[in-house]
């Protein structure tokens, strides 16, 4: 079964630190480019981040550039969201995206709450 598959979402105090993961099953994420999402209530789905399939090149929103990194780690079919330095705005569901042509897949999204 195709499937992106999120985990590691939580509570987090302010200015502490999360990884979240999203694992591929049914296809390898090797060559697709791979993204995060988030969308805070009453927001507009918005991408923080994104990996190039090829070139290596990375994207970060600029509320999260020096916070934030992305990452994949091919063995486990896996890519990752490392954040730190959390601020209370970075509360949301954040979805992980996998695109390779015409073929795309979305995570089903993963709860981050930044609170004290």
């Known amino acids: 079964q195709v499937q992106l598959v999120e985990s590691g979402g939580g509570l987090v105090q302010p200015g502490g630190s999360l990884r979240i993961s999203c694992a591929a099953s049914g296809f390898t994420l090797d060559h697709y480019t791979v993204a995060w999402f988030r969308q805070a209530p009453g927001k507009e789905r918005e991408a923080v981040s994104c990996?190039?399939?090829?070139?290596?090149?990375?994207y970060y929103v600029d509320s999260v550039k020096g916070r934030f990194s992305i990452s994949r780690d091919n063995a486990k079919n896996t890519v990752y969201l490392q954040m730190n330095s959390l601020k209370p705005e970075d509360t949301a569901v954040y979805y992980c995206?996998?695109?390779?042509?015409?073929?795309?897949?979305w995570g089903q999204g993963t709860q981050v709450t930044v609170s004290s």
């Open positions: 990996s190039g399939s090829s070139d290596g090149s990375t």
């Open positions: 995206y996998a695109k390779w042509g015409y073929l795309n897949y």
